[in-house]
């Protein structure tokens, strides 16, 4: 008896004479880069190294478009952008032992904020491979152990055979929710040694949808269709999900004011009568939730930045749509339902029962207002006076990606990101050097809008080789350096805790004259002329920086009292 996937895999005729003489000078470097083809790639970032050498190599016999950074951390980077913006898996090509490690900091974030990240790392030759201590050049005992507790899966090669099986299954996983990066290594010696192995086509690597269980979302729905008061947190994976116009629906069903996360900024419309915006940090917010009888969570775990450092004690119920497994009830009890955002959100609005409520947005309206009374009462124009100019010179379609600086600080909470997938910061991991690498990636992916970086000096001081990136790829960032000359945040955390700041102060270069020298455009502005000078720059093609020498400050918090 014949079955319809048995005529399915017969090869054709034309097949079968590709596959019994493929091209000569092929290697096991070759069966990476075309699995990579064959699964739709088609940008891959990274650093060649001695151990890599099979897969660059193998990059010129490729349609592959091949990005490459000056700092793996910074390849990771702009890889975890890549990712975001366009929702694929984003191919990081690195050497081994100190080339692979390097990357640990950007696969962390990665992990952190769910971006796809496809990481495949050069190993060791075969015959060292054990933890045994032969003295190869980068030898680690356990390479991928370094890895484990930071990526989403390890996948370990020692065959050319294996090699398009493991890529595969490891796309799989990075793609399917909750997004995130994976680990694969493969020996020096397989990626060099010829291969006979047919040309890698066809690759299947669907990922798996994460579903709801049915009888949760009817008790969440009953829940939310008879609640007085009902609020929603959302986070990052409403916008990895691309679930922004279910949440709005929903949100609008049920008269729910919505407030965004830092990693969910942009989820819900900004000005919407029911946007709550993105003061997280802030006790008025955090009061009005915990006044809601029902508060439903998506795409977050609610951890420090989204719960006022855990200050936020919900009195009412609590329902978390969240598709990683390990956040879900992970710091409040709730009706826990394991699903991706999308779907979640998609089955209950089949089950809600539409609510009428005409005093939502009176609240939502009130608590603004104490909002921006409280912000108004710490004369902090200077701050907010720069990122207004920052909103009005950047394009409301353009992203932007925000280094761990109290300009981004202010940003989770203040920015109006203009849509999903605009605004993009570190602080899932919270690390140095994000910005600009990550605008990087992102101009890769989208060369048909400009980018915004922005950095303190301190962080801009990580990215700086960068720029030599930026230059070669003609890349269409303009990166803002707020330049108050060291560690800003610690230089404010330090002397509100202890009366004076240590080891926060920075010797730093001219930074127009540094970009000027890598030949990128540089200027140096102020805050009366940041907006023309940043418009301009966002208007010219290519790279540039503007400097802004300035000391911003935070707002007061209202998580210590």
Do not use: C
Not at 149 to 175: C, D, M, N, Y
Not at 522 to 545: H, I, N
């Amino acid at each position: 008896m014949t079955h319809d996937h048995d005529l399915e895999l017969r090869p054709t005729a034309a097949q079968t004479e590709a596959a019994l003489n493929p091209p000569p000078g092929r290697n096991g470097g070759d069966l990476v880069v075309e699995t990579l083809a064959g699964l739709g790639a088609t940008t891959v970032f990274g650093l060649p190294g001695q151990h890599a050498l099979g897969m660059f190599d193998a990059l010129r016999r490729s349609d592959l478009r091949y990005i490459g950074l000056r700092v793996e951390n910074n390849a990771g980077f702009a890889a975890d952008a890549y990712g975001r913006i366009t929702g694929e898996a984003a191919p990081l090509l690195l050497s081994t032992g100190p080339g692979a490690l390097t990357s640990l900091a950007a696969l962390q974030e990665a992990r952190a904020a769910s971006a796809p990240v496809l990481a495949i790392s050069s190993q060791i030759p075969t015959a060292g491979l054990g933890g045994g201590r032969h003295g190869y050049l980068h030898e680690l005992p356990d390479q991928s152990a370094s890895f484990r507790g930071v990526v989403k899966s390890v996948h370990t090669v020692r065959a050319q055979s294996q090699i398009p099986s493991a890529i595969a299954e490891a796309w799989k996983s990075a793609l399917t929710a909750p997004h995130g990066p994976v680990w694969v290594e493969i020996p020096q010696d397989v990626l060099l040694a010829p291969t006979l192995l047919p040309v890698v086509t066809a690759v299947d690597a669907t990922p798996e949808d994460v579903l709801p269980r049915p009888e949760l979302t009817a008790v969440a729905a009953d829940l939310l269709s008879r609640a007085a008061r009902p609020a929603i947190i959302a986070g990052g994976g409403v916008v990895r999900s691309d679930a922004s116009k279910k949440l709005r629906q929903l949100a609008e069903k049920l008269r729910a004011p919505v407030v965004t996360t830092p990693g969910g900024k942009g989820a819900f419309p900004w000005t919407h009568p029911l946007s709550l915006q993105s003061w997280l940090e802030d006790r008025h917010t955090t009061d009005f939730l915990e006044d809601a009888d029902v508060v439903l969570v998506v795409g977050s775990g609610l951890g420090e930045l989204s719960s006022n450092y855990h200050t936020f004690k919900p009195r009412g119920r609590v329902i978390q749509i969240e598709a990683d497994l390990g956040k879900l009830e992970s710091n409040h009890p709730a009706l826990g339902i394991h699903a991706d955002a999308w779907h979640g959100l998609q089955a209950l609005l089949e089950t809600v029962t539409e609510r009428a409520d005409p005093t939502a947005e009176g609240r939502v309206a009130e608590l603004l207002g104490r909002v921006r009374e409280r912000i108004a009462a710490q004369e902090l124009t200077l701050e907010q006076g720069v990122l207004d100019s920052v909103r009005r010179a950047l394009p409301a379609n353009s992203p932007s990606f925000w280094d761990m600086t109290i300009l981004a600080y202010w940003a989770w909470s203040a920015f109006d990101a203009k849509g999903p997938n605009h605004l993009h910061s570190a602080q899932g991991a919270g690390g140095l050097g994000y910005g600009f690498p990550a605008a990087l990636g992102a101009a890769a992916a989208d060369p048909t809008r400009p980018v915004l970086a922005v950095s303190g000096d301190g962080g801009a001081l990580y990215s700086i080789a960068e720029l030599a990136t930026a230059k070669q790829y003609d890349l269409n960032v303009t990166w803002l350096i707020v330049d108050d000359g060291g560690y800003g945040i610690l230089r404010e955390y330090m002397t509100d805790t202890f009366g004076e700041a240590t080891a926060t102060e920075l010797t730093r270069p001219d930074y127009v004259a540094l970009a000027e020298s890598f030949g990128v455009r540089g200027v140096r502005t102020s805050p009366e002329t940041l907006e023309e000078d940043l418009a301009k720059s966002l208007a010219t093609p290519g790279p540039s920086v503007v400097v802004l020498p300035a000391v911003l400050r935070m707002f007061a918090a209202t998580h210590l009292g």
